[in-house]
């Protein structure tokens, strides 16, 4: 959906390093979620915020920090405690609540050098 | 919470024949299931969803299935193509609840 911009593409991160992964989206939506995707795995959910200033765990939450400041954005931070970083990261956003249609962004894929 | 459970893991038809994909669910306030797609290093997109009030919905040649007793779920793709290959995720949620539960996904191959 051209609605949601994940950056970068690719993002590689050096041991003890901090990375940030962008979500942008203009489809006005609430809700807002970051999922974590193993090599034949499913989505792993890792943060949600369903209103601005306002967020909540999911079930892997550590290692990582969100923030939501903006209606259209939700960056996620891979810090230096999350020990095995390297998969493919979805952002995703709703209209409101988990019962609506879920729309992604293309994804980052993040590696360690 | 909700458990969503997913079959087969992986799943090879010949191009033309039907394939299914079955889901089960665990909270029987669940009233809403979507179904995804996703291609090789693409994003996951709806295909279709369904919700509680129906037992059933279609879209040319997906279709999905409900049986709210059973808990159970089908996707349903007939006159398979090449492109239909894919991983093949669902999904449930209620009403008031904060986020999707996916299933584990079904990678289908269509062998031309």
């Known amino acids: 959906d051209g609605g949601i911009t994940q950056s970068p593409k690719y993002l590689f991160r050096k041991e003890g390093q901090n990375v940030t992964l962008s979500c942008e989206q203009n489809l006005n939506h609430d809700a807002m979620y970051w999922y974590r995707q193993d090599p034949g795995q499913g989505l792993r959910l890792i943060y949600y915020?369903?209103?601005?200033?306002?967020?909540q765990k999911g079930d892997i939450a550590e290692g990582y920090s969100v923030s939501r400041e903006k209606k259209e954005s939700f960056p996620l931070t891979v810090t230096s405690a999350q020990k095995n970083p390297t998969a493919f990261y979805l952002c995703?956003?709703?209209?409101?609540?988990?019962?609506?249609?879920?729309?992604f962004g293309d994804g980052t894929r993040l590696s360690i050098l | 919470g909700e458990n969503v459970e997913q079959h087969p893991s992986t799943l090879s038809v010949q191009e033309g024949d039907s394939a299914v994909i079955k889901c089960t669910y665990s909270?029987?306030?669940?009233?809403?299931f979507p179904w995804y797609k996703q291609e090789l290093g693409k994003r996951p997109q709806l295909i279709i969803d369904i919700r509680s009030n129906v037992g059933e919905k279609k879209d040319q040649r997906i279709a999905v299935t409900l049986n709210k007793t059973a808990k159970h779920f089908s996707l349903h793709i007939t006159e398979t193509q090449p492109e239909d290959s894919a991983v093949y995720f669902c999904?449930?949620?209620?009403?008031?609840?904060?986020?999707?539960?996916f299933g584990t996904g079904t990678r289908l191959t269509v062998i031309p």
């Open positions: 909270d029987s306030a669940s009233n809403y």
């Open positions: 995703a956003s709703s209209t409101t609540g988990g019962d609506q249609p879920q729309h």
């Open positions: 999904a449930a949620s209620t009403t008031g609840a904060n986020n999707l539960f």
């Open positions: 915020s369903q209103i601005v200033n306002d967020f």
